[in-house]
């Protein structure tokens, strides 16, 4: 009979162990790269050699939002008190261009020790890890940024961000600022919520309990829908960042049929034009 306490047998267990499991990858040079992306399972974070994002100043109709949010990341990065950040509202309007371009303009002013990690929707529930790795780098100081983020109905990984953002012994690191876009004010489904009104015993407690993830976020940044002009604009700013040869009247005629072919209007909808003309002008565009 196989003694299972016998050391040597544990000691070759565990050595099969480990030439089963794949070998974690190296750690990330922190100081070597700007940007991050954050990977649950193993944990690990991995460097972006290329961050996908437009120039600020190609970012139009948010000027009020674009300056708060470049004013607290600055506060941030030069280690004054700053707020968390939830960028809300419709579609297409920038509001994750907005974080990249902002960490930019920040990062260069402060010599790269700014950096930014984005961590998905379905890694939530590993941030507690990603954030004692970032309390170890003290050197640095980071922006957690998750785009599109929302909960459904029985998604209850909600909690851990709350844990995460605002309570728990050890609380945020100092170094760290969480920032998030969503479409929604509250990170939940209206139909959730008030579902939780109708039928829980005491409806306001469990309300109050949905609604309180956004509360620890000190900063929100709503978005809306753009006018026409504001969409012509961005089309005007496009065009000339990137030097595409059509006339101003081609160019609005074009930007007007494009909208209304897609029934909205929005930066990204200017931005999928602009691409579309460049295409049939034979032009390329270096973003």
Not at 60 to 83: H, M, Q, S, V, Y
Request: glycine share 8%; charged share 25%.
């Amino acid at each position: 009979m196989t003694d299972i306490t016998d050391p040597a047998l544990l000691r070759r267990i565990a050595e099969a162990l480990e030439r089963l499991a794949p070998p974690l990858p190296p750690p990330a040079d922190l100081a070597a790269n700007e940007a991050f992306v954050w990977h649950a399972a193993p944990p690990v974070l991995e460097s972006v050699a290329k961050v996908n994002r437009v120039d600020i100043g190609l970012l139009k109709g948010i000027d009020l939002t674009r300056d708060i949010l470049i004013e607290n990341t600055e506060r941030f990065a030069k280690g004054l008190p700053a707020n968390n950040a939830l960028l809300w509202g419709a579609r297409g309007m920038g509001k994750s261009s907005l974080v990249k371009a902002a960490h930019a303009l920040v990062n260069g002013q402060t010599g790269g020790s700014l950096k930014l990690i984005e961590i998905h929707r379905e890694d939530i529930e590993s941030l507690p890890v990603l954030m004692n790795i970032i309390r170890k780098a003290e050197e640095f100081r980071f922006i957690v940024f998750c785009d599109d983020l929302s909960f459904d109905f029985d998604d209850t990984s909600y909690k851990s961000l709350k844990a995460a953002l605002d309570g728990g012994i050890e609380g945020r690191p100092s170094n760290m600022m969480f920032y998030a876009t969503s479409n929604r004010r509250h990170l939940l489904p209206r139909d959730m919520i008030e579902n939780e009104r109708s039928t829980a015993i005491n409806p306001s407690e469990a309300v109050q309990e949905k609604v309180s993830l956004s509360d620890r976020f000190g900063l929100w940044l709503g978005f809306h829908n753009c006018s026409q002009d504001e969409y012509l604009d961005m089309i005007e700013g496009y065009a000339k960042y990137f030097g595409l040869q059509v006339s101003p009247e081609e160019l609005r005629a074009g930007a007007i049929a494009w909208q209304a072919t897609r029934g909205s209007r929005s930066g990204r909808v200017a931005w999928q034009f602009i691409q579309d003309l460049a295409g049939k002008l034979g032009q390329k565009l270096d973003v």
